[in-house]
């Protein structure tokens, strides 16, 4: 990820203030190129190898790259719908036992080029305790279910899409003030 070496991401807390709550030192930042259908071509543009991949896929509700700064922590909290699941990749991964996600309990630790998908109902934390920047490519994709299941999902999922909730973090991606981060 070339960009994240000379251009800016903006605090995870910028784009959605729920963020706030799990993490508030602004060490988490989130590049987002998709939020329940909403693509931010701005962000698109800048990464339009993954974009593609991305918009290929209408199962995929939300895409970003994470970057946690050195030191960085966010706190133990739960997704509140376990219609989608978590696929994490990891993109530039410190060399350490010190930078991992805990989820139930359970320390799983990223490696470059590596992937894992987790249901982010469960309780969940990440830490970054090295002098590096962890960054990981998020998706979250719409649960696999039976026929009947599957329909009423989406409909759940369409409702999200429209929440206030949803519809701030979309304002706030085109009107978020951003901070110059060097990786």
């Given at each position: ?8 991401i903006?605090?995870?807390?910028d ?25 931010n ?12 991949i ?16 050195p ?21 530039i ?17 990223w ?6 998908v ?22 979250d ?43």
């Amino acid at each position: 990820m070339d960009y994240y070496a000379s251009n800016i991401i903006p605090a995870a807390g910028d784009i959605s203030a729920e963020q706030l709550r799990i993490e508030d030192k602004s060490k988490w930042r989130t590049l987002v190129l998709r939020v329940f259908g909403y693509n931010n071509e701005d962000n698109c543009n800048h990464c339009p190898v993954t974009s593609s991949i991305i918009k290929k896929y209408n199962n995929i509700t939300s895409a970003l790259f994470s970057v946690m700064e050195p030191g960085a922590h966010i706190k133990p909290h739960r997704g509140v719908f376990n219609g989608v699941l978590r696929y994490h990749l990891g993109i530039i991964i410190p060399n350490s036992d010190n930078v991992f996600i805990n989820i139930n309990n359970i320390k799983t630790y990223w490696k470059e080029n590596n992937s894992f998908v987790f249901d982010d109902t469960f309780l969940h934390e990440a830490i970054n305790n090295t002098s590096e920047y962890r960054v990981v490519l998020i998706i979250d994709f719409i649960r696999p279910l039976p026929y009947l299941l599957n329909i009423a999902n989406n409909i759940i999922i369409k409702i999200i899409s429209k929440s206030p909730l949803i519809q701030n973090i979309i304002e706030n991606l085109e009107n978020v003030k951003t901070k110059q981060i060097k990786v």
